[in-house]
């Protein structure tokens, strides 16, 4: 993805007589789910904070786990929606540019949107467990693809190893980029280009043995 500014996901500024769209309500209990997480979130809090009341918020959503389904189901789609469009605009291009597009594409996302990237991912609560895998899944299904095309480019075969890659690949950048939500001072697109510098060395750099051992059937593997 190039540098362009992300999408105005914001809420505008209203009028104290306007009524609150649901998208002005899911952007404030994310903010707050994101701030206080899900058991010190209250209905007062996040009622306060979308200028609005709590009977608006029950008459809108229900309860607050219905209200937290809700936020995350949001944000879910939005990040989905943002990776998968990092993967199109990037799909005709070179391996490792592809990858690095993968890499900035949550670095980016973490910068531009921390309240979300935070809720999604540094959450406890198990409400949307279900929904968190699938996105998971979503962006490991796409890196691990690219894993197998670069160790298949250097003719290399592949196995349960490039799939653990893949996994290892996914937990590195997901973590590196919760630092970044949760670092007002960090640079998102620095980071970034950190996290793409090191994910390539390691490839690059990857022992043959090693992944051999790791694509050997248990008990097969020497001592």
């Known amino acids: 993805m190039s540098r362009q500014s992300p999408p105005d996901r914001s809420s505008a500024r209203r009028s104290p ?4 769209t649901d998208d002005e309500l899911l952007d404030a209990a994310r903010a707050v789910f994101a701030e206080r997480g899900f ?3 209250t209905m007062d809090l996040i009622a306060d904070r979308a200028d609005s009341t709590k009977p608006t918020l029950y008459a809108h959503f229900g ?6 389904r809700a936020t995350v189901t949001r944000e879910v789609a939005a990040l989905r929606e943002w990776v998968l469009a990092a ?3 990037a799909h005709s291009r070179p391996l490792e540019e592809r990858v690095r597009h993968s890499v900035m594409a949550m670095f980016r996302y973490a910068g531009a949107y921390p309240e979300s990237f935070r809720l999604l991912f540094d959450s406890a609560v198990d409400e949307m467990s279900g929904e968190r895998r699938a996105l998971a899944d979503t962006i490991a299904t796409h ?3 690219q894993v197998h095309e670069y160790l298949r480019a ?5 196995g349960q190893g490039a799939d653990l890659l893949g996994a290892m690949m996914v937990g590195l950048v997901g973590r590196a980029a919760m630092h970044v939500s949760h670092s007002p001072g960090a640079d998102p697109i620095a980071a970034g280009e950190l996290a793409t510098g090191f ?6 750099g990857l022992d043959p043995a090693l992944l051999d051992r ?7 593997c020497a001592g």
């Open 17 to 20: 007589a306007a009524r609150p």
């Open 63 to 68: 309860d607050k786990a219905a209200l937290f």
């Open 214 to 220: 790791a694509d050997s059937p248990a008990g097969q």
């Open 199 to 204: 994910v390539m060395a390691a490839l690059r």
């Open 154 to 158: 250097h003719g290399r075969p592949v």
């Open 143 to 145: 890196v691990t693809g």
């Open 87 to 89: 993967h199109e605009t």
């Open 39 to 41: 058991a010190q979130a």
